[in-house]
């Protein structure tokens, strides 16, 4: 089991950045793939980016270049999501993800914990 809570979000203009948190509890956070997804109002949610057990990532092509998934230090049970040149279409509650096991497909379906999201708004 692994309790997730995000942190980070707010309202930015265009063009700007965020930094999105998701504090991680309960297990061994290191044996988990990690993910960011979101979901914009009547849209359905769709992947951010996954990273894997030993670092590797995913992202989704309309965030690749822009969004940074990373996970902190040994002692640092944190993952985070670097957000620049923010768009509009950005816009949604944003959810950190956790599942076990080997692999770390960007799909909201194979992760089985999730936090209670943050929202990130961003006005044109």
């Known amino acids: 089991q692994v309790q997730l809570v995000e942190s980070g979000g707010g309202s930015v203009q265009s063009g700007g950045s965020l930094r999105l948190s998701c504090a991680a509890s309960g297990s061994t956070y290191s044996k988990y793939c990690m993910g960011w997804f979101r979901q914009a109002p009547g849209k359905e949610r769709e992947g951010v980016a996954v990273?894997?057990?030993?670092?590797?990532?995913?992202y989704g092509e309309s965030v690749k270049g822009r969004f940074t998934i990373s996970k902190g230090s040994a002692n640092d049970d944190t993952l985070y999501l670097q957000m620049h040149s923010l768009k509009p279409e950005d816009t949604g509650m944003y959810y950190c993800a956790a599942r076990g096991g080997f692999n770390c497909p960007l799909d909201q379906n194979r992760f089985g914990y999730w936090g209670q999201g943050t929202q990130v708004t961003v006005s044109s």
């Open positions: 990273i894997d057990r030993d670092g590797s990532t995913v």
